[in-house]
């Protein structure tokens, strides 16, 4: 059985978070598409994977850890993509996600297309 993109996104976020929480920037910079955009505020705007994984790998290497999400809604966009917002914290800041746009890809995984939030403390 094949899984609605709501369930895809929900695994594939989960898996992003599991990523993160085991110190591992590569496996974060994996779940984006390649030519992915990622917009954190206040930080500055990442294009690509490459710059994307050396935002995380700085972040981490910073001592942030524990992400976890607080009222993750998914919006089903079409039969191929979703939105997440949410409300995150970790260990060192806490913030707001914007906008999260999952993409389901040929293989039948998804990753992020493009990936807005905020760190607010």
């Not at 984006?32 to 790998?57: Q, S």
Request: charged share 30%; net charge negative.
């Amino acid at each position: 059985m094949t899984t609605t993109v709501k369930e895809a996104t929900a695994a594939a976020s989960a898996k992003w978070q599991a990523f993160f929480n085991a110190g591992d920037p590569g496996g974060c910079a994996s779940c984006y598409e390649a030519d992915a955009t990622m917009v954190a505020t206040p930080f500055g705007t990442y294009r690509g994977r490459g710059e994307i994984e050396a935002f995380w790998t700085k972040l981490i290497e910073d001592g942030f850890s524990e992400v976890e999400y607080l009222d993750a809604k998914i919006e089903v966009v079409d039969d191929r993509s979703a939105v997440l917002t949410s409300k995150w914290r970790m260990n060192k800041a806490e913030g707001v996600i914007t906008r999260e746009l999952w993409v389901r890809q040929p293989d039948g995984s998804m990753r992020l297309r493009e990936d807005h939030f905020e760190a607010l403390g």
